[in-house]
C-alpha cells in the first residue's frame, strides 16, 4: 500500500471551471508536501511546497492546502485552462533526523486531469 | 527549462544490452535523483547521491547502477536490459535533500525503449 494516496485517479473537467484533487497521506513524521504538474511525457515542475506547519499555499490559479491532523492535502485549480491538462502529483519529504542529506521522498501515483473546451 | 540535462534524450536498444544515461544537475546543486516512471506508472524512486556520496536507494535493481562524478554530473548505467527496462528516466537535482525544502528540478528524461 502507497504512503501517498491520490485520487481520483484521473478527472475530466470542462474548459473554465474548478476542481480539486486529493492526497492522503500515511508518512509519519514529515517535512514537506509539495504538488508537482507533470505534462505527458515531460519532467514534473513544482507547483507548491508547504511545510507541515503551512495549511495553504497558492501559485497563481493553483492553492494547496494542507490538514497534518487528518494527513490531508488538496490542489484546487480555479477557472481550468486547456493547459491545466496534465498528471498532478503529491509527493511527501521524510525528514532528515541526521543530517545525512538523505533525500527520502514519497510520490503518489499521479491524477490525469485532462480540461476539455 | 529546469537547468537539469539529461542525455539521451531517445534511446532503442536491444534486450542483454548495456546503456548508461547521463544527468547534469543545475549550477551548484549537489543532490542528485534517479527515478524510472514505466508507461502510464507513477514515479519510482532508484537512488540519490549527495556531492558524490550515494545517500539513499529505492527499488533499484542489481543490474542497473549510478554515480555522481566529483564534476556532480551522475550516470545510471543498466545492464542485462529486458523489455520491462522501457520507461522514462528522470534525474532530479537539488541544493540539499528535500526535507529541507531543497527544490526538486527535474530533467526532460531519457526515453528508453528495449526491444
Known amino acids: 500500500k502507497n504512503q501517498v494516496e491520490q485520487s481520483p485517479q484521473s478527472l475530466i473537467i470542462l474548459e473554465g471551471k474548478n476542481c480539486t484533487l486529493q492526497?492522503?497521506?500515511?508518512?509519519?513524521?514529515?517535512?514537506?508536501l509539495r504538488w508537482y504538474k507533470q505534462d505527458t511525457g515531460r519532467g514534473p515542475v513544482s507547483l507548491t511546497i508547504?511545510?507541515?506547519?503551512?495549511n495553504t499555499k497558492s501559485n497563481g490559479r493553483y492553492t494547496a492546502t494542507l490538514d497534518a491532523d487528518t494527513k490531508q492535502s488538496s490542489l484546487h485549480i480555479t477557472a481550468s485552462q486547456l493547459s491545466d491538462s496534465a498528471s498532478y502529483i503529491c509527493?511527501?519529504?521524510?525528514?532528515?533526523?541526521?543530517?545525512?542529506?538523505?533525500?527520502?521522498?514519497?510520490f503518489g501515483d499521479g491524477t490525469t486531469l485532462t480540461v476539455k473546451p | 527549462d529546469s537547468g537539469v540535462t539529461q542525455t539521451p534524450k531517445h534511446l532503442i536498444t536491444a534486450t542483454g544490452q548495456r546503456v548508461t544515461l547521463r544527468c547534469s544537475p543545475r549550477s551548484g546543486d549537489l543532490s542528485v535523483y534517479w527515478y524510472q516512471q514505466s508507461l502510464d506508472q507513477g514515479l519510482q524512486f532508484l537512488i540519490q547521491?549527495?556531492?558524490?556520496?550515494?545517500?539513499a536507494k529505492g527499488n533499484i535493481l542489481e543490474r542497473f547502477s549510478a554515480q555522481q562524478f566529483p564534476d556532480l554530473h551522475s550516470e545510471l548505467n543498466l545492464s542485462s536490459l529486458e523489455l520491462g527496462d522501457s520507461a522514462l528516466y528522470f534525474c532530479?537535482?537539488?541544493?540539499?535533500?528535500?526535507?529541507?525544502?531543497?527544490?526538486?528540478?527535474f530533467g526532460e528524461g531519457s526515453r528508453l525503449t528495449v526491444l
Open positions: 492526497c492522503n497521506y500515511t508518512v509519519s513524521p514529515f517535512s514537506n
Open positions: 547521491y549527495y556531492n558524490g556520496e550515494e545517500r
Open positions: 508547504m511545510t507541515f506547519s503551512e
Open positions: 532530479a537535482s537539488s541544493v540539499g535533500p528535500p526535507a529541507n525544502t531543497g527544490e526538486l528540478f
Open positions: 509527493v511527501v519529504s521524510l525528514p532528515d533526523l541526521y543530517n545525512t542529506n538523505a533525500g527520502k521522498s514519497t
